[in-house]
Nanobody, 118 residues
C-alpha cells in the first residue's frame, strides 16, 4: 500500500505564491509519473501539471508561466510552486501518482485546499 500526503495549501491573496508538496510512502519500487490535479466547486477535476520519471513535464494552458512542477526522487516527493495566483486557481489540489511495486497502481492523495482571494 502507498500513501500520498499533500501539504502547503492555504489562503493567499491574488498575486501571491504557495508551494505544494506531495510525499509518497509505502511499498514503492518506482514512481513512473506524478501529477497535480485540482477541483473547484461545481467543476470537474482537471490536470494542472505532470512530470514523468524521465523528467517530461506538461502543464495546463491556464497555469503555464506561473506554476512549476518538480520532483525529488530520493524523497519520493513532487512539488508544485504556484506564483501569480489568481482567484480562479481556488480549488482543492490533489496529488496523483502511478507507482510500481511488482505491478503499477494509481494513487490519489487526500487533497489540500488552496484559496486565492481578490
Amino acid at each position: 500500500q502507498v500513501q500520498l500526503v499533500e501539504t502547503g495549501g492555504g489562503l493567499v491573496q491574488a498575486g501571491g505564491s504557495l508551494r505544494l508538496a506531495c510525499a509518497a510512502s509505502g511499498r514503492i519500487l518506482r514512481i513512473n509519473v506524478m501529477a497535480w490535479y485540482r477541483q473547484a466547486p461545481g467543476r470537474q477535476r482537471e490536470l494542472v501539471a505532470s512530470i514523468t520519471s524521465g523528467g517530461v513535464i506538461d502543464y495546463a494552458d491556464s497555469v503555464k508561466g506561473r506554476f512549476t512542477i518538480s520532483r525529488d526522487n530520493a524523497k519520493n516527493t513532487v512539488y508544485l510552486q504556484m506564483n501569480s495566483l489568481k482567484p480562479e486557481d481556488t480549488a482543492v489540489y490533489y496529488c496523483n501518482a502511478d507507482i510500481s511495486y511488482y505491478g503499477q497502481i494509481n494513487y490519489w492523495g487526500q487533497g489540500t485546499q488552496v484559496t486565492v482571494s481578490s
